[in-house]
């Protein structure tokens, strides 16, 4: 699942963001103090003049995908610019997809583009003596992201960072830990968790490390019924405060979600948008007795606390063992030398006299990490072969180091082999690295090409609880030779499907694309070995339950559903790369750079630069993905502090480019009311689309660059029985694929980028965004306007209901400002208007309606009768609109559009 892990579901999720907010520099300090009244506390939060006015973490769990949002607004009340940092930490098996900063009215957004391309920045970077990137390692398991940033006096700014991650269970349940440490009081702070688990949520708890039980039952809501469960945390300034009297804040420290899914079902599979998830956890089958063989580095360099925590650890271990279990200690140093040579019974008695092995072993010489390797694999096959009542018990090897090989074989490229000749697939290898220096890719490799994992263990006093705690998550294996299975007609881009053993408490989960139209043909099916049987199911899709499903969740579990592919993909392709050679690496590393790129992921192969700010010394921030043997953050150097440009375009009035373009325009509005201006005709041509609501239709289409615009119909919420329901476009998706520019616009909100998780703007901001060449101006509770460099710009109205309105529903309408750079292929209910059209009317007379005049067009062959009548254009003004006379071209648009207009029904808003 995640890279080095596989899909082998031994643990579950350990999701964790440090959020750390400094509104102050670093010599900052309190200005004040709070006054307390009966009715109301008013606090002075501010901290050397600047504010954090809100602070919030937004979580949505669907079906193990977690989705994260991160958002604070930090205000400067002084008079001079100040410096803030925003800090937050993410666990490392997280895929930042999105950072933006909003200030001054404008947006500065990140852009993810591969490593390759981005080498230029490390490259100056690398020059300056400085390091530009914003991500650092921290910690065991963390990566810190963080940004300093000079503002203005008297001016705010908005972070909002977003990152996703597939949520890993891990003894019975999965773990969503937030760490809080904002530094200062906060005026909103919020943790708001949804999940939502099509299996029905089993449990669900919430704990806050720096609350007390009484005030957590206060502070903390949770709930959950069904499929849906919520945790939210709002406490106020007051209920922040470290003492009534402090100004400073009590929240410091972890804030713990778990929960678990029902399992009453066997079946767990998911499948929207031609992708599907395979969740397999089964419940209530027998623990299968283990053969297990523990492999020690006994060398010189273990001496101190790591031999005296492996020990206890060890005690621990053989303490806990099943009297079914069989198994033996193997120890290496220049020398190597087992315990018994052979498997024997967990027996009270060999458990006995094995502790007392493990207490009085000595360390001695280098590391002949070969020579104990080999021995302990033989050990398992010579009790496999010889000892058949063993053959079904489910083998496992578990070796821990702290150094290199430095005794017999050295050569790792022949380590590697001799391990894979040896064991040849027959159990899993879980090699356990302590301290910073051992070979820990070279351990990972290794374990990867034996169906196992690899773990680093941290010299710290925890030392013998993180060795336990690793051992419990494969003490209880349930099932060996696991294989989930799937129509090889109906499916590709498969993750990995087959797993060597399954353990209690963990889950196997599998994700691909089904082919199209063979959604009925699609089945799992289930094939592994239990404890004295054999284990087979077979899953088929429940479409009813699905359709339900998506009515519930909608957009998000289709689109949660395939990023867990591109997720679990992706981890795959980089953990395989680090085992290939040659043309296979190179191989998995394009397709891993490709789907980073099309999925919007900051890895390993990815990099995310932020245009408009930079340093003293021009530089850009970089966002990158810091390698698993990076310098801890204490040990690397200063950060450079960031500034946003000295003046941004007012975004509030329009371009010079718009301010030049001609009265009429083209257009779809209200009803919808499609007009057509023909500059060459100094006339105008417009016609209806009669569809239903929920109906998407092609407006704009560029087959040259990818460029298109798609609009989806709303009907109108009040009507008469029998009446005529209006449509009109509630929804517009705008996409520019050459730079990954996705624009999604609604009534409500604003989204950037919404596949991966990009900012939402509401109407109510006022802000210009730019990626790459497409800027994008949002004018407060009016417009916003799109342009595309070297191609067009539209603009989008917003239309609120208001007194009086015979509409009663906000809507949008569509409008193209500037079309001449666009292709001469554009296409599209719009598009294909952007070039001269050429047509004659005649014969005008009365129409059946006296008050409005009929003619003959003829027009791309076609004699058609058309009525000459009003309709409105609200590019200018969209409340009252300016009245536009315009030949109507009846039923449709038949024989003015090319084809049909069912030919422009789309199945997707991109």
């Given amino acids: 699942m995640d890279g080095a892990m596989g899909l082998r579901a031994l643990l579950c999720v350990y999701l964790a963001s440090l959020l750390v907010l400094q509104g102050m520099p670093t010599q900052g300090s309190p200005t004040g103090r709070p006054k307390v009244n009966k009715k109301r506390q008013t606090l002075d939060t501010a901290v050397d003049g600047v504010t954090i006015r809100s602070l919030k973490v937004n979580c949505k769990v669907t079906s193990r995908f977690a989705h994260y949002v991160i958002t604070s607004q930090v205000v400067n009340n002084a008079d001079e610019a100040k410096e803030i940092s925003f800090d937050v930490e993410i666990p490392k098996t997280a895929f930042i997809s999105d950072f933006a900063i909003t200030a001054d009215g404008s947006a500065f957004i990140g852009d993810i583009k591969d490593k390759v ?43 909002r960072l977003t990152y996703e991650e597939v949520l890993k269970r891990r003894l019975m349940q999965y773990d969503i830990v937030i760490k809080v440490k904002p530094k200062q009081l906060v005026h909103h702070f919020e943790i708001d968790v949804d999940i939502f688990e099509p299996q029905g949520i089993s449990k669900l708890d919430a704990h806050a490390s720096f609350l007390s039980n009484d005030l957590a039952s206060q502070l903390v809501k949770k709930s959950f019924s069904g499929k849906q469960g919520r945790v939210l945390f709002h406490p106020t300034v007051s209920q922040q405060q470290s003492c009534p009297t402090c100004s400073t804040s009590l929240l410091n420290g972890d804030f713990k979600v778990t929960y678990d899914v029902n399992r009453d079902q066997l079946c767990d599979l998911l499948v929207a948008n031609n992708h599907f998830a395979h969740f397999f956890a089964p419940q209530n089958l027998t623990n299968m007795n283990k053969n297990v063989v523990f492999v020690i580095d006994i060398s010189t360099s273990m001496e101190g606390q790591k031999v005296k925590q492996t020990k206890e650890a060890l005690l621990k271990i053989l303490g806990d063992m099943r009297p079914g279990d069989y198994f033996d200690l193997v120890l290496f140093g220049s020398e190597v030398q087992s315990w018994k040579g052979s498997l024997v019974q967990a027996s009270p008695a060999n458990l006995r006299a094995a502790q007392d092995f493990v207490k009085h072993f000595f360390l001695a010489g280098a590391t002949n990490l070969n020579g104990g390797l080999l021995r302990g694999i033989e050990i398992l096959n010579q009790a496999q072969k010889n000892l058949p009542k063993l053959s079904n018990h489910a083998s496992v090897l578990i070796m821990l180091t702290d150094g290199e090989p430095t005794e017999g074989v050295t050569d790792r490229s022949q380590i590697l082999k001799n391990v894979r000749n040896a064991i040849r697939g027959k159990f899993p290898l879980y090699n356990l690295g302590f301290g910073d220096n051992v070979d820990f890719n070279f351990l990972d490799v290794m374990s990867m090409e034996n169906n196992g994992r690899a773990q680093r263990i941290y010299e710290d006093h925890d030392a013998a609880q993180q060795l336990q705690g690793f051992y419990d998550q494969v003490a209880n294996p349930l099932l060996v030779d696991v294989e989930l299975l799937y129509p090889q007609d109906t499916i590709s881009d498969l993750t990995q499907h087959r797993h060597k053993q399954y353990y209690e408490g963990s889950e196997i989960m599998v994700a691909g694309r089904i082919a199209d139209h063979k959604l009925s043909s699609f089945k799992a099916d289930v094939l592994a070995h239990g404890e004295g049987q054999e284990f087979k199911m077979t899953c088929l899709v429940d479409e009813e339950k699905m359709k339900n499903l998506l009515r519930e969740r909608g957009h998000m579990l289709e689109n949660h559903i395939e990023r867990l592919w591109a997720y679990l993909t992706i981890q795959e392709l980089l953990a395989k790369r680090t085992k290939l050679e040659g043309k296979e690496k190179a191989d998995a590393a394009a397709k891993a750079l490709q789907m980073s790129l099309a999925y919007q992921f900051v890895t390993p192969l990815t990099s995310m630069t932020i245009r408009g700010v930079a340093d003293e010394d021009g530089l850009e921030p970089v966002v990158d993905k810091p390698p698993e043997d990076a310098l801890p953050l204490e040990m690397v150097g200063h950060r450079k502090t ?11 009035g329009p371009s010079a480019d718009i301010q030049q373009l001609p009265n009429q325009v083209t257009g779809v509005d209200t009803d919808p009311h499609f007009l057509i201006h023909v500059p060459q005709k100094e006339d105008t041509l417009c016609f209806n689309i009669n569809e239903e609501p929920g109906v998407i239709l092609s407006l704009v289409q560029d087959p040259d660059t990818g460029f298109s615009v798609n609009g989806q119909l709303i009907g109108n919420r009040a009507g008469s029985p029998g009446q005529h329901q209006g449509t009109y476009f509630g929804r517009l998706g705008i996409v520019n694929p050459t730079t990954g520019f996705q624009l999604e616009v609604t009534p409500h909100n604003i989204t950037l980028n919404p596949g991966s998780g990009g900012p939402v703007f509401s109407w109510k901001d006022q802000a210009s965004l730019r990626q790459h060449e497409v800027v994008v101006t949002i004018n407060r509770k009016r417009n916003l306007v799109v ?14 209901v208001w007194k009086g309105s015979a ?3 906000d809507f949008l309408g569509f409008y193209v400002l500037d079309s001449h750079r666009m292709s001469a292929r554009t296409h599209g209910l719009l598009g294909q208007f952007f070039h001269p059209i050429d047509y004659t009317v005649s014969d005008p007379h009365p129409g059946s309606d006296p008050t409005k005049t009929d003619a003959t067009m003829l027009v791309k062959s076609h004699q058609l009768t058309v009525t000459r009548g009003l309709q409105k254009d609200y590019s200018k003004n969209p409340r009252h609109g300016a009245e536009v006379t315009c030949w109507f071209v009846h039923n449709n648009g038949a024989g003015l559009i090319d084809g049909v207009y069912t030919d422009y029904i789309v199945p997707d808003i991109f």
Wanted: hydrophobic share 35%; no cysteine; glycine share 8%.
């Fill in 807 to 809: 509409v009663h529903q």
């Fill in 642 to 652: 960031f500034k946003l440009p000295a003046s941004q375009p007012s975004p509030t």
């Fill in 787 to 800: 342009a595309v460099e070297d191609g067009g710009t539209f603009e989008v109205v917003l239309h609120r």
């Fill in 117 to 159: 391309t981005a080498w230029k920045q490390y490259r100056k970077a690398a020059i300056s003596g400085e390091n530009a990137g914003l991500v650092r390692a921290s910690g065991r398991t963390m990566e810190q992201f963080t940004i300093h940033l000079t503002i203005g006096p008297r001016s705010k700014a908005t972070f």
